[in-house]
């Protein structure tokens, strides 16, 4: 079975970090990867305004253009995956099974994070598998960061 990489695309440019680093991964891996596109129908709206069809195939297409964007000739095996649902739930219940599940943040400040609740925050706290969360400007496998567990601190 090949190295299985999942990752959240949501048109952002953390998202796009992320699949550019979870494509040099793969590469390096000799894996192959799923990007995933998790989308809602708006919480506030006028019934029957928004059609589930409609926006599935807008929800397809975005994927697909943004994988296009950043990858339009992938040196590995890429599949896409659209969803519909909260894009934490649909991450981690698409990591299932994979190596490793990769998310982009943004980074936001703990209090704001807590406030507002954070995708990547929530998928590193329920997947079942490794979470690589991916800032800017870190988008390929060379520009890893390391940490010395040594020296950080107990929760």
């Not at 190295?3 to 680093?21: Q, T, Y």
């Not at 990858?71 to 299932?96: M, R």
């Not at 490793?100 to 400040?109: D, E, F, I, N, Y």
Request: hydrophobic share 45%; aromatic share 6%; with cysteine.
């Amino acid at each position: 079975m090949a190295f299985r990489i999942v990752v959240g695309v949501d048109r952002s440019p953390h998202s796009e970090a992320a699949l550019r680093w979870s494509l040099s991964e793969a590469q390096a891996r000799y894996g192959e990867l799923i990007a995933v596109f998790a989308w809602q129908l708006p919480f506030v709206s006028v019934p029957g305004h928004f059609r589930r069809p409609e926006l599935e195939q807008k929800s397809k297409d975005s994927l697909v253009d943004a994988v296009s964007r950043v990858a339009p000739t992938p040196q590995v095996p890429l599949l896409t995956l659209v969803a519909e649902g909260d894009p934490a739930a649909v991450l981690v219940e698409a990591s299932k099974g994979a190596n490793l599940l990769v998310v982009g943040t943004r980074g936001r400040s703990p209090w704001a994070s807590v406030l507002l609740g954070s995708v990547s925050q929530r998928c590193a706290a329920a997947a079942t598998c490794p979470v690589v969360l991916v800032k800017l400007g870190a988008e390929t496998a060379s520009q890893r960061t390391t940490f010395d567990l040594d020296r950080i601190a107990p929760l």
